[in-house]
């Protein structure tokens, strides 16, 4: 078995007691005869933000989809908060890469969802959805219908929808992959005050080394079928730079430059 | 439409047909076509007779319980079609064999099973309604976005949630396409019913002026008929436009 190695990226004092929010151990999962993930071993510290980045098809969602306990691991378990994950739980909300959004409901019915499954009476999680609605930016929006959003709206609601469930664990799968480049870095912005002042793990699947960059507290990188850990990367430093100018810091391009060195030679 | 550059107004097909139906019926051709305006003045004579009265809601009830069953039978075993293999493996092959089998040859064995009475002929009304309706509902489910059920899946939607929350509105543009079409077969399934099974309702009536060669009348019962249905239908055609608006953003 390869040993993911801990790569330091930045500096190597030690880092603080982190307790794990989800573990992953030894997961791994077949499709018929495809290997998506072999043995493979990852924590995700509480209160961090953790990307998974990897060439297409090297399992990503599949891993965030045994997270998030819509698929089963063909062997391995994942364990959210010390207990093994069974099914879906109320610990922790799914981003979805193309919204899925309810196209007949209106954006408050849509946000409020998760909490009209769980029962909540419908003044309650009304005030609760218009809230967070109104948190990321929609406010005045609530009566709209989804098909009259622009993508990056939609994909609002969509996070909306995962904030007003108040999960531990949010697990964005390509959240940003669908809207504009503009709205794109306004979302990445938005994610890392979300980090900042909301007490959640986030783990989130990209394909963009800079988005894994700029957003992440620790990047694992997979590499292709059967995939596994191959590295993990903690640019700490970066967190508390500036993100105005994070872009043309050098540590950030040193680490971008680093990681497409090691992935590029997946990518034909 | 247009025609020469003018607008014609909605419904100029129909008054074209009423006025070579008119010609037909003025030149005596056949006693099976009356003239359109004699059969306007007998329906309107007709209408509100006791008999026809009495007809009119004998059938009513009849397709109203009939398209009942269907819509209600209907539209969760399409579901559950749509959701599982394994039923759908099952149960395809029956609900394609009866949506083309001539139904009208299996009415004497529900004769047999249920009897000669309302019964029957609401199974019959049932029996044509419910197969089409079924397929398009099974086709609407097939067709909804996989990452909508994983949706109500992950935040924690019980099955029975999942069906009535999700299933169900994700492939109503469908399932109303189904109803829709499904209607129109209840009208020929109750008046069949009514034909063959008791002689009830407008089936008796036709039979009676058919038999007696009242032409007139009978033409007038058929509009009456036809108006009903084409308005069912057109309220559902209405609604299905009101859905149509997610249909393609699905
Ligand atoms: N339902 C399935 N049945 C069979 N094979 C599957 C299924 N889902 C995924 N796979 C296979 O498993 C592998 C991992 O898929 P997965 O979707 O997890 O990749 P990914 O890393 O998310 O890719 P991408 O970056 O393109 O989204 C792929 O090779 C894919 O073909
Ligand atoms: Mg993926």
New binding site residues.
Partial sequence: MVMPQIKEAVDTAALPETDNAVVARSVSKT??D?E?LKNLTLEFPRGQLTSLL??????????L?IIAGLLKPTSGEIEVNGKPVTGPGPDRAFVFQDFALMPWATVLRNVAFGLELRGVARSEREAIAEKYIADVGLKGFENSYPHQLSGGMRQRVGLARALSVDADVLLM??PFSAVDEQTRRKFQEDLLNLVQHENKTFIF?T?SIEEAVYVSDQIAI?LP?P?RVSEIIRPTDLRHKNTDTLRRDPEYLDIVDSIWASLRSYVE | MTLFGYRLPAMSSLLLWALVWEIVGQLDLTFFVPPLSEVMVTLTSVIGTSPFLKALSETAQAFAAGVFFAVVIGIPVGILMGKSRLIDELLLPWVNMFLSAPLTALVPVLMVLFGFGMKSIIITTTLFAIWIIILNTRAGVLQINRSLVEMAHSYGASPLQAFYKIYFWAALPEILGGVRIGVIRAVKGVIIGQLLISIVGFGALFELYANNFLMAHFWAVLIVLFALAFSVSEFLAYLERRVSYYAASR
């Fill in positions: 499709y018929g495809v998506a990897g060439p297409s098809g090297c399992g990503k969602t599949t891993l989809k799968d390509e699947v394909h997979l079928r995939s």
